[in-house]
Nanobody, 118 residues
Framework: QAQMVESGGGLVQAGGSLRLSCTAPGRALSTVPVGWFRQAPGKEREFVAA????????TYNDAVRGRFTISRDNNKNRVSLEMNGLKPEGTAVYYC???????????WGQGTQVTVSS
């Protein structure tokens, strides 16, 4: 059973922006570190960004550092990923989860599709 719900994906031209959101219905997302991950067609799922439960420390994949920003609003039980300067190689299904993943057990969510056209 998936613990996370992702939203905000879509089709965007290269150089464009999207903002992804992650919620955890019925769970206290504010109490755990959270990460964003992505899986492109034919590739392994990879780490994109993470944020501590307090929000004071963030980490990024080198491929997105400087263009993506992870943030959280613990009052709203939500974690966001602001993506700017999107590139075609960023086309993937994006997932959020605890960091490390599956700390609550269960399974990955359905993710949200991001497609970047050249």
């Amino acid at each position: 059973q998936a613990q996370m719900v992702e939203s905000g994906g879509g089709l965007v031209q290269a150089g464009g922006s999207l903002r992804l959101s992650c919620t955890a219905p019925g769970r206290a997302l504010s109490t755990v570190p959270v990460g964003w991950f992505r899986q492109a067609p034919g590739k392994e799922r990879e780490f994109v960004a993470a944020i501590t439960w307090t929000g004071t420390t963030t980490t990024y994949n080198d491929a997105v550092r400087g263009r993506f920003t992870i943030s959280r609003d613990n009052n709203k039980n939500r974690v966001s990923l602001e993506m700017n300067g999107l590139k075609p190689e960023g086309t993937a299904v994006y997932y959020c989860n605890t960091n490390p993943p599956l700390l609550w057990g269960g399974d990955w969510g359905q993710g949200t599709q991001v497609t970047v056209s050249s």
